[in-house]
């Protein structure tokens, strides 16, 4: 379902909100203000004192009070400027547009009761909004791959990022594991103290975690982040619980499991890498059942790979991920747009426009689409598309 056509900028007036409400901090006439059912935000300031930061506070117009605590803020948000528009977007996502910056520092978008937020929300028990930036291009959708422990999900990870290194990068986990000997901390994985990773979990540093084969492992947002500024396509290795978990969040992903042909070569491939405790191995194969049962029927993967034949397996692998000779690019456009200070942000179904004002305008009209919106991570750079159309 489309969204309803909208109007919808709220800028501050200065000294004063017109429902009245004791602010907590003052606005200033570059603040902005956006009502989400019972709640606004107010973008503008600084996060918590921090000038480098753009700060959100929360009021609740039930209680007619601010949230006691500055909410957490995970991703990067921008930094302060002259002015911004905000425009609500669906799913509890507000578009910010800072004025008079360039396109490549311009689109943001706040996450304040997305499905990601809930979620945090509920896992850290605080207040908690997310930041992405929107940047112009494809940032093509970032790649989970699931399986069980053996299957080869390293193997056709290693085979990609050889062929095609400057297409794809991988999103190094962290986990409380101890390092295999030939592993790299910071190249296989951050290997970390239970203790750390549990406090950095809780600080929601994480897109998520979960407890594998008696181990912690997760994926921390900065994982994702480094991939995805790179300009390249991030592929996370995890496991089931992990990808649950990232379908539920706004990373929009392309989610595939990868099935050994069977139980039986799946324990030899096991034993025959030669890295685990005989023990470790009855373990990782109990597992395997759970997972692959779930891997089948839980509806979170749209794709299922046999790895029987590996260059067979890599080929499938490779055709679903639309590589093929003809077109291993990552398009990513470059030309720069910059945002007029003095604009009007209109919404109309899936198009932001937005209007230069003021007397030296050329009437130039801005269009974000945002059916474009794709890739990235919660609280980080998005793929947009942003036209200028030039008035005749
Ligand atoms: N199609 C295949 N045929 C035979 N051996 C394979 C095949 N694919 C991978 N292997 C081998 O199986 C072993 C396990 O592969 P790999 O380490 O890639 O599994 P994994 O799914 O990443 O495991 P984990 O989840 O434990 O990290 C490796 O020794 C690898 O060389
Ligand atoms: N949920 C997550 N699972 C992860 C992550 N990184 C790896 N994994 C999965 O753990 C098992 C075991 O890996 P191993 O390296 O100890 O053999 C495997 O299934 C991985 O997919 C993560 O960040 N989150």
Known sequence: MGEAPAFFVDHLENGGHTNGFGLKSE????????????????????????????????HDKTTNKWCVSIPTVLGTGPKPCKGYSAIVLK??????????????????????DSPFVREQ???????????????RGNAEKPIVISGPSGVGKGTLITMLMKEFPSMFGFSVSHTTRSPRCMEKNGVHYHFTDKTVMEKEINDGKFLEFA????????????????????????????????????????????????????????EDRLRARGTETEEQIQKRLRN????????????????????????ECYKNLKNLL??????????????????PKEHTVTKIEDKIMIQETGEATKNDLIVL???????????????????SVKSS
């Open 288 to 311: 395997a059942e759970a997972e692959i049962k779930a891997g089948k029927s839980s509806g979170i993967f749209e794709h299922i790979l046999y790895n029987d034949n590996l260059e």
């Open 27 to 58: 606005p200033r006439d570059k603040d902005t203000s956006v009502q989400i059912g019972d709640r606004s935000y107010l973008i503008g300031g600084n996060h918590e004192g921090n000038p480098l930061f753009l700060g959100v506070q929360i």
């Open 322 to 339: 639309g590589i093929n000779d003809d077109a291993p690019v990552n398009g990513v456009e470059v030309e720069g747009i910059n945002l």
């Open 91 to 112: 799913q509890g996502r507000i578009l910010v547009i800072k004025k008079g910056s360039a396109s490549d520092d311009s689109i943001w978008f706040l996450e304040v």
């Open 121 to 135: 929300r509920k896992l850290l028990g605080k207040e908690v909004v997310a930041w992405s930036k929107g940047v």
């Open 369 to 387: 689409d945002l059916a474009s919106i794709n890739g990235g991570a919660p609280g980080r750079t998005r793929g947009i598309v942003l036209d």
């Open 211 to 266: 407890s594998v084969h008696g181990n912690l492992y997760g994926t921390s947002i900065e994982s994702v982040e480094v991939v995805t500024d790179s300009g390249k396509r991030c592929i996370l290795d995890i496991d089931v619980q992990g990808a649950r978990s990232v379908k539920a969040s706004s990373l929009d992903a392309v989610f595939i499991f990868v099935c050994p042909p069977s139980m039986k070569e799946l």
